[in-house]
C-alpha cells in the first residue's frame, strides 16, 4: 500500500482552525495538508484493563504485530494483575500506564492517547481488554481510509465486529457493497482508529461519562464539527455488549446484554444526556436511541435476573441524566 506523504503546513494556520474548533459547535474544515495516513509505523495501540484474564498476552502480542506501539492502561487492578501486565509489558515492549484506581474508561483512554501523541504517533487504535482481533485489521482499516472520498475530514474508522456469544455481525455482511466502508454516526470503541490530529480539534473522551457512551459522545461530537465517522465493513474483531442470552417472544428471537445494575445506571444516564444534547442536531438518532434504551429496559424486566436493583439503577439513571447530574457515585 502506498503512502503519500502530506504537505508541509503552516502552524499558524492550524492553530487558528484548533481554536476555531474550541467552541464545540461549530463545522470545521480539516486542511488535508495536516493529515497523515494511517500506517503500521504511525499507529499506536491504548489497550485499556481492568482485572485482566490469562488471554490477555495473546490478544495484546497480535495487536503488537500490526502497530508501531502498544501502551496498557490499567484502572486499579490488584496486585496480582499488575505483576501480570508488567511480564507483559517487558516482553511485548509495551508502554505500561498504572492507575492506583479505577478512573474510568475515558480517563484511561485520554491517557493512552496523550502518551501516543507526546511520542509522535498520528493514529491511536483503541482496545477493549477482551476483544480477539484479525490479523489484519490494521490492514482492513488502513483500507477503508484509503477508499473514503473524504479523508481530510476522517476522525474516527471503526470495526465491524463478530458477538463473541451470538456469533452474529454488528453489520451483515454484503458482497455486492460498492466500498469496504460505511458511513455511520457512532461506532464502538474497541477496534477504533482515531485520527490524533482529530483529537485534538474535537476535544478528549468525556471523563464525566466514566465507562459508558464514551464513545457515542466522541462520534456525535465529531460529527457535529464537520468531520466523518465510518465502520469498516470487514468483520476484523469478535466483541460482546455484555453476557448476551437469547430469548424467544412469539413474534421473534431476541437478546439481553445482562449488564449489572451499576452498568444499567450509567448507561441510562449517559444516554439521556446525549439525548438532551442531540435532540436538535441528530433527531433521527436521538429517537432510536430512546427507543432502544426503552426496549433495553423491558426485555431486561422479562428475562433478567436481579431486575429489582436494576430497574432501580435504570430510574436513577434517568433522573440523573435529565437532571444532568454527575454528582452521584455509583460503585
Known sequence: MQITVPMKWNAKRIESRRS?????????HWPEEIFTPPSKEVICA?????????????RTERVARQVGQVVVVDNGSPDSSVSYLRRLSEKLQAHLILNANNEGIASAMNQGARWAGEQAYKWVLFFDQDTETAEDLVKRLCEAYYEYPERDKLAV????YKDTHTGRL???????????????KTVITS????ALEAYEMNGPFRDDFFIDCVDLDYCLRARAKGLRVILSRKAVIEHTIGRTTMHRLPWKETGTSNHSPLRRYYMMRNHIVLIREYSFKEPLWALSTLWSRLKSTILMCLFEENRRPKLKYTALGFLDGVACNFNR???
Do not use: K, M
Not at 46 to 58: A, E, N, Q, R
Open 20 to 28: 476555531w474548533a474550541a467552541n464545540g459547535n461549530c463545522r470545521v
Open 46 to 58: 491504548v489497550i485499556v484493563t481492568y482485572h485482566p484474564d490469562d488471554g490477555l498476552f495473546s
Open 157 to 160: 474508522i471503526g470495526s465491524n
Open 170 to 184: 454488528f453489520l451483515e455482511q454484503c458482497p455486492s457493497a460498492p466500498h469496504s466502508w460505511e458511513e455511520a
Open 191 to 194: 477496534g477504533s482508529l482515531v
Open 329 to 331: 457515585w455509583v460503585a
